[in-house]
């Protein structure tokens, strides 16, 4: 268990919907990484932020979103989905501003399926 | 730019055998390179983490190597077991400011009895 916790493990949804994924940090950690994993490919940064601040912004469509809240939990907001949206979305977390030099650690994903 | 390139894409071994995984890099600087395992449907578990003045670091049956000179990076797997069946992703972090991971592909690994 890496102690970073997302919710839902599992979503489907209609195109055209708009969906929330939710992340809850390891206690401790202020920098929350949010990727993409589409079938059969590699993981692909959307987002960071660090203690509530964007710190990092990746290939991240506008239709999707994201926040960290004071009580450092995020949520990537994804809207009007598309099918090309279906993929397994992780969360990571790690302590410092940045990722050099600390291990980050991965939740379990959101397994969303747009139909 | 950026890259990450690992070989072989995948690979199947009998239970019991070794295995070699590489990593060529092109981020430079980078400050550190990470080995990720990642089970079918799961999230990335951190094997490794060197930065670029270690050469070795292992974990249990894992080793990984580095060679910053040349850019190369390898996880050595030792007396497979069939858990081992998994993605491993080899990640560089660059040293620049606002670095962000750069993920390879991932070597897809399958251990066989």
């Known amino acids: 268990d890496s102690g970073v916790t997302q919710t839902p493990k599992h979503l489907i949804t209609a195109t055209g919907q708009r969906v929330t994924l939710r992340c809850s940090p390891r206690s401790g950690d202020l920098s929350v990484y949010w990727y993409q994993q589409s079938l059969d490919q590699g993981l692909q940064f959307l987002i960071q932020?660090?203690?509530?601040?964007?710190?990092a912004k990746g290939n991240i469509l506008e239709r999707f979103s994201a926040q960290q809240f004071p009580d450092l939990h995020s949520e990537l907001n994804l809207s009007s989905l598309e099918l090309g949206d279906s993929a397994l979305y992780f969360c990571?977390?790690?302590?410092?501003?940045?990722?050099?030099?600390?291990?980050?650690?991965f939740g379990e994903g959101s397994w969303l399926t747009v139909v | 730019k950026n890259q990450v390139e690992q070989s072989p894409q995948s690979l199947i071994i009998l239970e019991g055998k070794n295995c070699t995984l590489q990593c060529n890099y092109t981020v430079s600087p980078f400050s550190n390179l990470r080995w990720y395992k990642q089970d079918t449907g799961r999230g990335p578990v951190s094997l490794t983490i060197?930065?670029?003045?270690?050469n070795t670091k292992s974990n249990g049956r894992y080793t990984a190597t580095l060679d910053a000179d040349t850019k190369q990076s390898s996880l050595h797997i030792t007396a497979s077991q069939l858990s081992d069946s998994a993605s491993y992703i080899c990640?560089?972090?660059?040293?620049?400011?606002?670095?962000?991971?750069?993920f390879g592909a991932g070597t897809i690994l399958r251990v066989k009895s």
């Open positions: 990640v560089v972090t660059p040293a620049e400011y606002g670095n962000k991971l750069v």
């Open positions: 060197m930065t670029f003045s270690e």
């Open positions: 932020y660090y203690n509530g601040e964007e710190r």
């Open positions: 990571a977390s790690s302590p410092s501003r940045g990722p050099s030099g600390n291990t980050i650690y």
